[in-house]
């Protein structure tokens, strides 16, 4: 695979969004944070990070995110991380990097978008300013800027335990599916500090290889809150086997093909943001990077 490049030096990186195709609360740490069981698979689909190597240290954004301040935003903190760890190594001189993002991932979705565009910038960061961290070392560092972040570090599908970083690849039947976002936005803080939250599923409901038999732990809790998920969600359920991502709000619902999902897109309720895609079980990300690896 070649790399693509625009004319001024900047290159392309696919930042993709995850489904949790089941996702189980199984327990609460002292910390607060859960344990969860789930798994994970990537979409064909999400946003792209043009990123160009500087040589002074600084790292600039120059595509702000509307409502998510610089310092806040997981591309600056990932790569602010990657400069730290860098400097602790003995590396001196470091560059620095000019970052624009095309977002098309929904936020606070259930999509994982921050957290695909953090390990993007590990990831990338990692091989063009040739630092050499291995993967675990790149996933651990991820883990610090939010619990999604070593999978697309990793970059395969997996089953996950602990808080999300504990990973074993697996390889689920890639549908195509039709995500929808209710009108609605779910902060992942609200879902996991509410009373109504089962915190209790066996662990071994995860462990048979029925994932049909498996659920999201977060969406009866969601249900009762947002009257707008439920109602999408009960009218795609007429349609096709249907069930939210994450600590919601988007809902995916599954197809065998593009055409079969793409028709019930084409009739979805007026208003409704929706995007159709494959799930993949390999990131697009890691054939840019070993491309860039051979360069
Ligand atoms: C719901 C999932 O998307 C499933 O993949 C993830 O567990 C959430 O991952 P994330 O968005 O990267 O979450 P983080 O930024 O690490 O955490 C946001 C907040 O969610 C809660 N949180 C998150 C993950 C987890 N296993 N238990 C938690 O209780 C914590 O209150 C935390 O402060
Ligand atoms: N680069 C970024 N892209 C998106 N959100 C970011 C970014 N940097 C910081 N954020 C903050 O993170 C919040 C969550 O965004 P994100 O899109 O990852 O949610 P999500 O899809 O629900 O994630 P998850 O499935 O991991 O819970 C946003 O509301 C925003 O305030």
């Known amino acids: 695979m070649s790399l693509a490049s625009d004319n001024n030096n900047f290159l392309q990186f696919p930042s993709p969004a995850k489904l949790n195709l089941f996702l189980h609360v199984v327990g609460r740490r002292s910390d607060g944070y859960h344990e969860l069981q ?12 043009n990123i160009r190597v500087t040589k002074g ?16 935003n997981l591309i ?3 790569a602010r991380l990657l400069q730290q760890q860098a400097r602790q190594q003995g590396h001196t001189d470091l560059p620095g990097a000019e970052i624009k993002i ?8 259930g999509l994982g978008g921050g957290s695909s565009n953090a390990a993007t910038v590990l990831v990338a960061l990692n091989a063009l300013w040739q630092l050499n961290l291995d993967t675990e070392k790149l996933a651990t ?15 395969f599908a997996a089953y996950a335990e602990g808080v999300g970083e504990e990973l074993t690849p697996r390889n689920p039947k890639e549908y195509w599916y039709l995500v929808s976002k209710p009108q609605c936005s779910i902060s992942t803080v609200s879902v996991f500090t509410s009373p109504d939250l089962p915190r209790d599923t066996d662990q071994r409901l995860a462990l048979n290889d029925d994932i049909d038999a498996c659920r999201n732990d977060c969406q009866t809790m969601v ?16 349609y096709a086997p249907s069930q939210m991502t994450g600590t919601g709000a988007c809902i995916f619902s599954r197809f065998d093909s593009k055409a079969e999902a793409c028709r019930i897109q084409a009739q979805l309720p007026d208003g409704i943001e929706s995007f159709v895609a494959k799930g993949i079980n390999q990131s697009p990300l890691l054939p840019v990077i070993e491309a860039l690896s051979a360069c």
Do not use: C, R
Not at 38 to 49: A, E, S
Not at 57 to 72: F, Q, R, S
């Open 102 to 109: 095309n977002k098309i991932l929904p936020m606070g979705g």
């Open 57 to 72: 240290p600084d790292i600039t954004l120059l595509t702000p995110i509307k409502g998510v301040a610089a310092e806040d």
């Open 38 to 49: 789930t798994l994970f698979q990537f979409l064909d689909y999400g946003d792209t990070l």
């Open 141 to 155: 560092l991820g883990l610090s800027l939010g619990a999604d972040v070593p999978i697309f570090v990793h970059g």
């Open 223 to 238: 249900i009762k809150h947002y009257p707008e998920v439920a109602k999408l969600l009960s009218w795609l359920l007429e």
């Open 76 to 78: 600056v903190k990932a």
